[in-house]
């Protein structure tokens, strides 16, 4: 049973490094978002995808760049890691688009810029 | 347009003790809210959610909330706090017509023994 996944769970840059935050379901949900949790200032959307092949941004999508080929996996990336987007990443899937569907979350991913 | 407010970053009870934690939503449509709860290193876990089939929604881990229209609130409680219940707790109003969620930006519940 194990709904969402992220990987890795930490993860240390260098500032201008790229790398790709993993994200998998198996509940075959149409919808899976990423958002970035920061200290007082809860979660705020970076992208999402309401199927496969088709995603749009969210609250703050600079610097990130998103894919979903699959409705499994929805793989966010970041081009060039700056300090600012040291964060906690969540990834979190829905069964439908509808407004009262509840988001299931990812236990998330540590990442911190140098 | 959407937002949530959560009035307090912290919140201490002592055990068996009341917990209120407040939400307060602004929405331009009908609103479907929810409750979240984080635990330490942990991902965010669905507490209750608010659909508009009832104002007194019912939640996991005795839970409550109340939806109430004119005061624009949706505040969770509980009668009595155990110590299992130090977290985080996250309001959510969800954003428009897709399912992307605006969160508050968090209250921390500490319990006392």
């Known amino acids: 049973n194990a709904g969402v996944t992220q990987t890795p769970k930490f993860q240390v840059l260098k500032t201008g490094q790229s790398m790709t935050l993993q994200c998998a379901q198996d509940?075959?949900?149409?919808?899976m978002s990423w958002y970035r949790q920061d200290p007082g200032m809860g979660l705020r959307l970076i992208h999402y995808?309401?199927?496969?092949?088709?995603?749009d941004q969210g609250e703050v999508p600079n610097g990130y760049n998103v894919s979903r080929s699959t409705t499994e996996d929805f793989p966010l990336r970041l081009l060039s890691a700056a300090p600012s987007q040291t964060s906690v990443y969540f990834c979190?899937?829905?069964?439908?688009?509808?407004?009262?569907?509840?988001?299931?979350f990812g236990d998330g991913t540590r990442l911190s810029i140098l | 347009a959407q937002s949530v407010t959560q009035l307090g970053s912290h919140v201490s009870v002592s055990e068996g003790a009341l917990v209120l934690l407040r939400c307060n939503y602004s929405?331009?449509?009908?609103?479907?809210l929810f409750w979240y709860v984080q635990y330490p290193n942990q991902g965010l876990q669905l507490l209750l959610k608010?659909?508009?089939?009832?104002?007194l929604v019912k939640g996991i881990n005795g839970f409550e909330a109340e939806f109430k229209k004119s005061e624009t609130s949706f505040h969770l409680t509980k009668p009595s706090a155990h110590m299992s219940d130090a977290a985080e707790y996250f309001c959510?109003?969800?954003?428009?017509?897709?399912?992307?969620?605006?969160f508050g930006k968090g209250t921390k519940l500490s319990v006392k023994p």
């Open positions: 979190a899937s829905s069964s439908t688009t509808g407004r009262n569907q509840p988001q299931h």
């Open positions: 509940m075959n949900h149409e919808y």
């Open positions: 995808s309401v199927g496969a092949g088709i995603t």
């Open positions: 929405s331009s449509v009908p609103p479907y």
């Open positions: 608010y659909t508009s089939a009832a104002t």
């Open positions: 959510a109003v969800n954003r428009g017509s897709q399912g992307n969620l605006i």
